[in-house]
Nanobody, 122 residues
Framework: QVQLVESGGGLVQAGGSLRLSCAAS????????MAWFRQTPGKEREFVAA????????NYADSVKGRFTISRDNAKNTVYLQMNSLKPEDTAVYYC???????????????WGQGTQVTVSS
């Protein structure tokens, strides 16, 4: 497993941008697929975006396609989520996660960060 720490969350107005980062510990980061999920109170954690170990394959939830971009820098053991054209409904705690294979469901991921709050005001 890897240890994951998210950063970059905050308060932004609708239409604005934020970039989340997730720093991973361990020398095997480059072998993991990585993903971002988000969760609001009373709701299940939902998939946002995922990227394969090489960065050559990505997957996005329909709700964020065209607005969010996931990327990774294996030399820095970091995965990013660039969020543009933010909407109030994007407000949530965002979590990064690691898995052996790229997937869109939470149960395929066995390492999770502590989460970072993103709040989008209208």
């Amino acid at each position: 497993q890897v240890q994951l720490v998210e950063s970059g969350g905050g308060l932004v107005q609708a239409g604005g941008s934020l970039r989340l980062s997730c720093a991973a510990s361990g020398r095997t980061f480059s072998s993991y697929a990585m993903a971002w999920f988000r969760q609001t109170p009373g709701k299940e954690r939902e998939f946002v975006a995922a990227i394969s170990w090489s960065g050559g394959n990505t997957n996005y939830a329909d709700s964020v396609k065209g607005r969010f971009t996931i990327s990774r820098d294996n030399a820095k053991n970091t995965v990013y989520l660039q969020m543009n054209s933010l909407k109030p409904e994007d407000t949530a705690v965002y979590y990064c996660a690691a898995s052996q294979t790229i997937a869109v469901v939470t149960y395929r991921y066995n390492s999770w960060g502590q989460g970072t709050q993103v709040t989008v005001s209208s």
